[in-house]
């Protein structure tokens, strides 16, 4: 069976999937000659246009040094596995895909009619020394005592030298709660692997970064049968992922705002979240009490409460799920 009508998605899959796929375009690995992809956004959330038959330019922003590292780890991943092996891991991810009891997007259908909106808080590392079993420890209290109802771990090398590690861990701490990975998704053996460690879902399919490769990206993350919202920058980046069938969408104020006027982090989210077309759900990223009130006041469905939050409060569990309540319940 072809696998673009496997997935059911509108680009070729296979594109993806080449034998060029490893020397193809550094944004997104599709062969240079088929290249879809937009390239890693710079500051100020645009793209930065880089012809690809020039030699690789000192990257010039956090985002893009990222994604360059991404990029190589995924090539030596790739590289080992073999073009054929790979093949062969997708295609059977997608003949098992996962079936997690507990869902972020079956929390958000049941909350959204009450007029709630779904916590889901970051599981990070407050120190390099922490261990996976701590960060489970983390988990367990942020459900008890926080108010947490689902949970995002990050597994980039960057955050954890534990990787997928930390989020079976937590898992299976908080085997009742839906935990996502939190990571830089740019091809779909990522989503395997997330899928593998037990995950319900993942945060970290970028539009800005993944360009026309987003709509596989999703639909392939949906055929393994996990939640992954898809962070969008402006309406015109929803209006075409609405066109593809995403129904799922991630909002993160914090990129790309060099601007340091109050309040103008919340009107961007409070604008993109109207644009998002009817029967689309959301997850938003808050980094303040303030940020918090705002998104769930704007209509976010559901709110990624972010590890700075969360450790500003130390070792009080107890007083940041009040605050938080206090923060997101809407006064009628
Ligand atoms: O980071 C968010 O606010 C966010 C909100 C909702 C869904 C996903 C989100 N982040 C996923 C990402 O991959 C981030 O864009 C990326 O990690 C950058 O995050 P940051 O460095 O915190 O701006």
Redesign the pocket.
């Given at each position: 069976m072809q696998r673009a009508a496997m997935l059911g998605a509108s680009t070729s899959y296979s594109s993806t999937l080449g034998p060029s796929t490893v020397r193809g375009c550094r944004n997104c690995f599709q062969p240079a000659r088929r290249r879809t992809c937009v390239p890693p956004r710079a500051s100020g959330g645009q793209p930065n246009p880089q012809p690809d038959d020039e030699p690789p330019k000192t990257p010039t922003n956090a985002?893009e040094a990222t994604i360059r590292r991404k990029q190589r780890e995924l090539e030596t991943t790739i590289r080992e596995l073999g073009m054929e092996a790979l093949d062969e891991r997708l295609q059977s991810a997608t003949q098992m895909p996962a079936n997690p009891p507990y869902r972020l997007s079956t929390l958000i259908a049941e909350s959204v009619p009450q007029g709630r909106a779904v916590l889901v808080f970051e599981v990070a590392r407050p120190s390099p020394e922490t261990t996976s079993a701590e960060l489970a420890e983390l988990a367990k209290a942020y459900v008890s005592r926080g108010g947490a109802a689902a949970m995002a771990v990050r597994t980039d090398s960057d955050a954890t030298p534990s990787g997928l590690r930390d989020l079976f861990s937590v898992q299976q701490a908080v085997p009742r709660v839906p935990v996502l990975a939190?990571?830089?998704l740019i091809h779909p053996l990522q989503v395997c692997e997330i899928k593998e460690a037990g995950a319900a879902g993942a945060?970290?399919i970028?539009n800005q970064v993944t360009g026309r490769g987003t709509g596989v990206m999703s639909s392939f993350s949906a055929a393994l049968g996990l939640d992954a919202?898809v962070?969008v920058v402006n309406a015109r980046e929803v209006e075409q992922l609405a066109k593809q069938g995403v129904v799922f969408y991630?909002?993160?104020?914090?990129?790309g705002l060099s601007v340091a006027v109050p309040g103008f982090a919340n009107r961007i989210a409070h604008g993109l979240l109207g644009e998002l077309p009817f029967g689309a759900i959301s997850?938003?990223?808050v980094r303040s009490l303030e940020e918090a009130a705002a998104a769930r006041r704007s209509g976010a469905d559901a709110l990624?409460v972010?590890a700075e939050l969360l450790q500003s409060y130390g070792t009080d569990v107890g007083a940041l799920g009040n605050a938080l309540q206090y923060a997101v319940t809407l006064d009628d």
């Open positions: 985002l939190r990571d830089w945060l970290g970028i919202p962070e991630a909002i993160n104020v914090a990129v997850l938003v990223g990624l972010k």
